[in-house]
C-alpha cells in the first residue's frame, strides 16, 4: 500500500498493491495493522455502505456531527467518480478547502476522509458502485450538509448542469457560510 498525502491533514489517497497476471488481478482492499502502521490513524471501521449511482448523480456533501462523526474509507468498484471531501474543522489550516480525486474501478485508488470533512462525489461514467468503510455507526439525527454548488467553495463535479441529478434532500443542504461545526 502506498499512501499520498493530498495537501488536506490526514485526508490521503491509498494505492493497493495490485496483483495482475493473464487471470485477473487480486489486491487487498485494507488490513487494519498496514493502515495504521503508514498512516499513524486508527483503522477501526465499524460500518460498511455501498452505493449505486448512474451518470450524472451527485451526492453530498454529507457528514455526521458530535458522538457520530465518521471517518471513511471509499473506493469505487464498477466505474468512476469524482469523490470531494472539504475540510470543515474550524481550527484546521486548511478549512474551507477541498480536494477532488478520480477513483475508479480501475485505477483502484482510496480515499481516506477524516472526521471533520464533508464528504460528496459525482458519477463521471455511465454508472458506478461505490463502497464506504466508516469509523462510526449512521445516527439519523447527526446528519449534516453543505449544498453540493456552493458558491464559496466553488467545486467543479465535472457534470454539465443540464445533466446533474441531484436528490431532493441533497437540494435542502444549507451553505457552507452556515454550516454547524462538526
Same mark, same amino acid.
Given at each position: 500500500m502506498e499512501i499520498e498525502q493530498t495537501g488536506l491533514k490526514d485526508c490521503l489517497i491509498i494505492k493497493p498493491r495490485v496483483f495482475e497476471d493473464p487471470r485477473g488481478y487480486f489486491f487487498e482492499s485494507f488490513n487494519q495493522d498496514t493502515f495504521e502502521e503508514?498512516?499513524?490513524?486508527?483503522? *477501526?471501521?465499524?460500518?460498511?455502505?455501498?452505493? %449505486?449511482?448512474? %451518470?450524472? @448523480?451527485? =451526492?453530498?456533501?454529507?457528514? $455526521?456531527?458530535?458522538?457520530?462523526?465518521?471517518?471513511?474509507? @471509499?473506493? /469505487?468498484? #464498477?466505474? +468512476? @467518480?469524482?469523490?470531494?471531501? /472539504?475540510? @470543515? =474543522?474550524?481550527?484546521?489550516?486548511?478549512?474551507? #478547502?477541498? &480536494?477532488?480525486? =478520480?477513483?475508479?474501478? +480501475?485505477? #483502484?485508488? $482510496?480515499? %481516506?476522509?477524516? *472526521?471533520?470533512f464533508v464528504h460528496g462525489f459525482s458519477v463521471l461514467s455511465e454508472t458506478a458502485e461505490f463502497l464506504y468503510k466508516c469509523d462510526n455507526f449512521f445516527n439519523k439525527?447527526? +446528519?449534516?450538509?453543505? &449544498? %453540493?454548488?456552493?458558491?464559496?467553495?466553488? &467545486?467543479?463535479?465535472?457534470?454539465?448542469? +443540464?445533466? $446533474?441529478?441531484i436528490s431532493d434532500k441533497d437540494l435542502l443542504l444549507k451553505p457552507f457560510s452556515v454550516l454547524q461545526h462538526i
Open positions: 503508514k498512516t499513524g490513524l486508527s483503522g *477501526r471501521f465499524v460500518q460498511d455502505n455501498q452505493s %449505486y449511482s448512474s %451518470y450524472g @448523480v451527485i =451526492r453530498g456533501l454529507h457528514a $455526521q456531527t458530535g458522538e457520530f462523526a465518521q471517518a471513511k474509507l @471509499v473506493r /469505487v468498484t #464498477k466505474g +468512476e @467518480v469524482l469523490d470531494v471531501a /472539504v475540510d @470543515v =474543522r474550524p481550527s484546521s489550516p486548511t478549512y474551507g #478547502k477541498h &480536494i477532488a480525486v =478520480r477513483l475508479s474501478a +480501475e485505477n #483502484k485508488l $482510496q480515499l %481516506y476522509i477524516p *472526521r471533520g439525527a447527526s +446528519e449534516t450538509g453543505v &449544498i %453540493y454548488n456552493d458558491a464559496d467553495l466553488n &467545486i467543479d463535479w465535472l457534470i454539465p448542469e +443540464e445533466d $446533474q441529478a
